[in-house]
């Protein structure tokens, strides 16, 4: 099991960055797949980004691609999402998550075993 714990959000002018992070618990990090995840209100839980276990293959969603990057140290525990060129309507709750199953597509939240708390993003314009 592994537990998640997200930091690094806040408030931002549009057009501002932020770096979001995602330390988890355990030795083993490496055998998880990562993905960030968010959710605004009155809205479903989208995907954002995700990253493989070891080679680190990344994958977007079209509405962040070229502005956000996805990356992690596994010698930290460390997943982190660089945002930049944010937008108003990046504004939401970012929650990372982790994949141990080889379940399917890194895209689709119900493949995500483990879940962190949330960290809030605010966009202001």
């Known amino acids: 099991q592994v537990q998640l714990v997200e930091s690094g959000g806040g408030l931002v002018q549009a057009g501002g960055s932020l770096r979001l992070s995602c330390a988890a618990s355990?030795?083993?990090?490496?055998?998880?797949?990562m993905g960030w995840f968010r959710q605004s209100p009155g809205k479903e839980r989208e995907f954002v980004a995700a990253?493989?276990?070891?080679?680190?293959?990344?994958y977007y969603a079209d509405s962040v691609k070229g502005r956000f990057t996805i990356s992690r140290d596994n010698a930290k525990n460390t997943v982190y999402l660089q945002m930049n060129s944010l937008k108003p309507e990046d504004t939401a709750v970012y929650y990372c998550?982790?994949?141990?199953?080889?379940?399917?597509?890194?895209?689709?939240?119900?493949?995500?075993?483990?879940w962190g708390q949330g960290t809030q993003v605010t966009v202001s314009s």
């Open positions: 355990g030795r083993t990090f490496n055998r998880y797949a």
């Open positions: 998550a982790a994949e141990e199953d080889y379940s399917g597509s890194l895209s689709l939240d119900y493949n995500y075993d483990y």
């Open positions: 990253i493989s276990r070891t080679i680190g293959r990344t």
